[in-house]
């Protein structure tokens, strides 16, 4: 009797065993399952203008607890002066950080003679310019993409000046060649901000449909609420950046 009594208690002990593990099992599923995604990490790199724009991104998704948005911008930087300004920024974040988008901006400060790699002067606009300021969206190209991170290269907008935004688009065409080449997304904002004949504009609507500025007094930059406004285009595009890099 005694006996058949120890081997009882051993079978509820085991019994009671088996339960507790399928209990921890079940609250060990249930804790992974209540655990938040990591966010998708957006890195914004360039000038004053990637600048407004990492700001206006970073309003804008104030509230989205799937994405942060990291500023990695130097006002004042150009793919026309020394490497420190442009390419150094990009190699210190993929050596030390890690991201899932890149949205880069330059070009307003580049209308710029240039010096190569042997240290002679290229002309704006010439041939030789054209060649090396290309060979540099290159680099930028060449570190991000080997980083894993999907590119969305930004075009500058329209502006105020009729010369500036002459050279703008230049530039831009250059912008989007390279990115052609290397599968990143170019996204052409000349007339993100444009009046009904697709001119330059001061004004328009915000994102609530407001009426407001939505250029800064230089004709050049934008103001919050412009920021905000295409700052809610890229994020239109981050899911189609995913499907293209899938």
Not at 39 to 60: E, K, M, W
């Amino acid at each position: 009797m005694r006996e058949y009594d120890r081997l009882c208690g051993a079978a509820r002990v085991i019994m009671r065993s088996a339960v507790l593990a399928v209990l921890l099992g079940i609250a060990a599923v249930a804790a992974l399952a209540d655990e938040p995604a990591s966010p998708t990490t957006i890195v914004v790199f360039g000038d004053s203008q990637a600048q407004g724009l990492a700001g206006g991104l970073q309003r804008v998704l104030i509230e989205d607890p799937s994405r942060r948005v990291l500023n990695r911008t130097h006002p004042g930087a150009a793919l026309v002066h020394g490497e420190s300004e442009w390419l150094a920024p990009i190699e210190r974040f993929t050596s030390r950080e890690q991201a899932d988008i890149a949205v880069v901006m330059f070009g307003a400060n580049d209308r710029l003679d240039l010096r190569d790699e042997n240290r002679v002067a290229l002309h704006f606009r010439t041939d030789d310019w054209r060649e090396a300021y290309a060979a540099r969206i290159d680099r930028v190209l060449t570190l991000l993409t080997k980083a894993g991170l999907r590119v969305i290269w930004c075009g500058n907008p329209i502006a105020r000046s009729a010369a500036f935004s002459a050279d703008m688009s230049y530039i831009n065409d250059i912008y989007a060649e390279v990115a052609a080449r290397f599968g990143a997304q170019f996204v052409p904002l000349w007339s993100a901000i444009a009046d009904d004949q697709g001119g330059y504009t001061a004004y328009g609507k915000d994102r609530s449909g407001t009426t407001q500025r939505l250029r800064a007094d230089d004709g050049i930059h934008l103001t919050a609420a412009g920021y905000e406004l295409i700052a809610e285009k890229i994020v239109g595009l981050f899911s189609t950046a995913a499907a293209n890099a899938r």
